[in-house]
Nanobody, 115 residues
C-alpha cells in the first residue's frame, strides 16, 4: 500500500525551477514532520529540507536560498519549490513523513538538471 506519493520531478536546464509535491495517506494520523531527502548513486541519503508541525524548518546548506519547503501537515501535504537548479542537484528525491515511533518514505522521484 502506497502511503506517500511524490510528483513534480523531471528534466530541467540549469537555472530552471521545479516544484515537488508529496501527499501522505489520510490513514496516517498525527504527523509531526514532513520533508524531502535525496540520494545520489553511491552516496548516503541526505536531508534537503524538513518542516515540523510547529512551523520550524531546516535546510541543507547546499540548498539554502534556492529551495523553499511548504508544509501543510494537517492536510498531510508538503511541497518543495526548487529554484536556480544546478546539475549537482540531479538525484532521486524522497518524501518523508514522521510521527511518534514511525517514519514513512515515498518511492522517490527523479530530478535531472542539465548543463
Amino acid at each position: 500500500q502506497v502511503q506517500l506519493v511524490e510528483s513534480g520531478g523531471g528534466l530541467v536546464q540549469a537555472g530552471g525551477s521545479l516544484r515537488l509535491s508529496c501527499a501522505a495517506s489520510q490513514s496516517i494520523f498525527s504527523i509531526n514532520a514532513m520533508g524531502w531527502y535525496r540520494q545520489a548513486p553511491g552516496k548516503q541519503r541526505e536531508l534537503v529540507a524538513r518542516v515540523t508541525s510547529g512551523g520550524s524548518s531546516v535546510y541543507a546548506d547546499s540548498v539554502k536560498g534556492r529551495f523553499t519547503i511548504a508544509g501543510y501537515i494537517t492536510r498531510n501535504t508538503v511541497y518543495l519549490q526548487m529554484n536556480s537548479l544546478k546539475p549537482e542537484d540531479t538525484t532521486v528525491y524522497y518524501c518523508y513523513a514522521g510521527r511518534a515511533n514511525h517514519d514513512y518514505w515515498g518511492q522517490g522521484t527523479q530530478v535531472t538538471v542539465s548543463s
